[in-house]
């Protein structure tokens, strides 16, 4: 058996080529189309720094926010296809943007290889800890009451924390006025500043200012309480059933990137995902970890895309 999988091993070497006999040879650069201290660029930099210590060469995450994601994604996919350019593909840039952007510069499924997908990342409806409410109940009375009367942030057209707030209203019958920031750091800084009332963001984003008191939460949007706020009642608990949204962050490379290469980026992350260290870090900051092939997490791309397109047709939401 061991003669047997060294002849297989010797005969992928070959197949493979040079690629991936010589890869990396220099630094690699991780595009995050967000702001840093998003659940994106946290992620990115746990994923930079593992796959430097196991392949040898730097992994940099270079932060290129703005649009919803779509700059950094864009500057990813017009990256020459070799393996030294990679992008942190998350739920927003590969799985929302597309339903609401009537024009993107770019396709996900057509411009992008992936290459896995890494951690979820549950929605957290959020308010700043001077507000009086004190659950979503409170909440939805208090839009009711004066309809589109209160502001709620996200970070950026086209975001999932838009279209998370864009399902809460379709589903409580309330009109909210959205505010659309640059990136979580500077929503987050209005909600606690008090200049407006709410957002959603992911539970990895919010959890160092709801551990400081800083904002209070209302509700979780996934289907189970979440390990890492399990006082916190999901919002389908709280009287609207089936409501969900989780994100998703993975790692994909511009189209016609090699094969070997792809495989290899694979096979290294599933060894990430599987050690300890790696463990115990994504549960400290709140990620819920995934893995799998690569055509698993394509074929899971095509379904968010087709989700949300249809969550946008319902709702009308567009990023324009």
């Given at each position: 058996?061991?003669?047997?999988?060294?002849?297989?091993?010797a005969a992928f070497l070959v197949a493979a080529g040079p690629a991936l006999a010589q890869y990396p040879s220099k630094s690699v650069k991780i595009i995050v189309p967000f702001t840093p201290g998003s659940a994106t660029d946290i992620?990115?930099?746990?994923?930079?720094?593992?796959?430097?210590?196991?392949?040898?060469?730097?992994?940099?995450?270079?932060?290129?926010?703005?649009?919803?994601?779509?700059?950094?994604?864009?500057?990813?996919?017009?990256?020459?296809?070799?393996?030294?350019?990679?992008?942190?593909?998350?739920?927003?840039?590969?799985?929302?943007?597309?339903?609401?952007?009537?024009?993107?510069?770019?396709?996900?499924?057509?411009?992008?290889?992936?290459?896995?997908?890494?951690?979820?990342?549950?929605?957290?409806?959020?308010?700043?800890?001077?507000?009086s409410y004190r659950s979503l109940q409170d909440f939805v009375s208090g839009a009711k009451a004066k309809p589109g009367g209160i502001d709620y942030g996200s970070l950026g057209n086209g975001s999932t924390s838009h279209l998370t707030?864009?399902?809460?209203?379709?589903?409580?019958?309330?009109?909210?006025?959205?505010?659309?920031?640059?990136?979580?750091?500077?929503?987050?800084?209005?909600?606690?500043?008090?200049?407006?009332?709410?957002?959603?963001?992911?539970?990895?984003?919010?959890?160092?200012?709801?551990?400081?008191?800083?904002?209070?939460?209302?509700?979780?949007?996934?289907?189970?309480?979440?390990?890492?706020?399990?006082?916190?009642?999901?919002?389908?608990?709280?009287?609207?059933?089936?409501?969900?949204?989780?994100?998703?962050?993975?790692?994909?490379?511009?189209?016609?990137?090699?094969?070997?290469?792809?495989?290899?980026?694979?096979?290294?992350?599933?060894?990430?995902?599987?050690?300890?260290?790696?463990?115990?870090?994504?549960?400290?900051?709140?990620?819920?970890?995934?893995?799998?092939?690569?055509?698993?997490?394509?074929?899971?791309?095509?379904?968010?895309?087709?989700?949300?397109?249809?969550?946008?047709?319902?709702?009308?939401?567009?990023?324009?």
């Amino acid at each position: 058996m061991n003669r047997l999988c060294g002849v297989l091993l010797a005969a992928f070497l070959v197949a493979a080529g040079p690629a991936l006999a010589q890869y990396p040879s220099k630094s690699v650069k991780i595009i995050v189309p967000f702001t840093p201290g998003s659940a994106t660029d946290i992620l990115g930099r746990v994923v930079a720094d593992q796959l430097t210590k196991s392949l040898g060469q730097p992994f940099v995450v270079e932060n290129k926010p703005g649009a919803g994601g779509i700059i950094g994604t864009e500057a990813a996919k017009n990256a020459a296809p070799d393996g030294y350019t990679l992008a942190m593909a998350g739920s927003g840039p590969f799985g929302i943007n597309p339903a609401v952007y009537a024009k993107l510069p770019y396709d996900p499924v057509r411009d992008f290889e992936p290459i896995a997908n890494i951690a979820l990342t549950p929605q957290m409806i959020v308010v700043g800890a001077a507000q009086s409410y004190r659950s979503l109940q409170d909440f939805v009375s208090g839009a009711k009451a004066k309809p589109g009367g209160i502001d709620y942030g996200s970070l950026g057209n086209g975001s999932t924390s838009h279209l998370t707030m864009e399902a809460l209203q379709a589903a409580a019958g309330i009109r909210l006025n959205h505010i659309p920031f640059k990136g979580a750091a500077e929503a987050q800084a209005q909600i606690i500043g008090g200049t407006i009332a709410t957002m959603s963001d992911t539970i990895p984003g919010l959890l160092a200012h709801l551990k400081s008191g800083k904002l209070r939460a209302l509700g979780v949007a996934s289907a189970q309480r979440s390990p890492f706020a399990p006082e916190v009642p999901t919002v389908a608990e709280q009287g609207y059933p089936g409501f969900e949204s989780v994100g998703w962050i993975g790692l994909a490379a511009p189209a016609k990137t090699p094969a070997a290469i792809l495989d290899r980026l694979n096979a290294e992350v599933a060894k990430m995902l599987a050690s300890q260290e790696v463990k115990d870090r994504l549960a400290a900051l709140a990620f819920i970890s995934v893995g799998g092939s690569r055509e698993q997490f394509g074929a899971f791309m095509k379904a968010e895309i087709a989700k949300w397109s249809k969550l946008a047709k319902e709702t009308g939401a567009k990023a324009e």
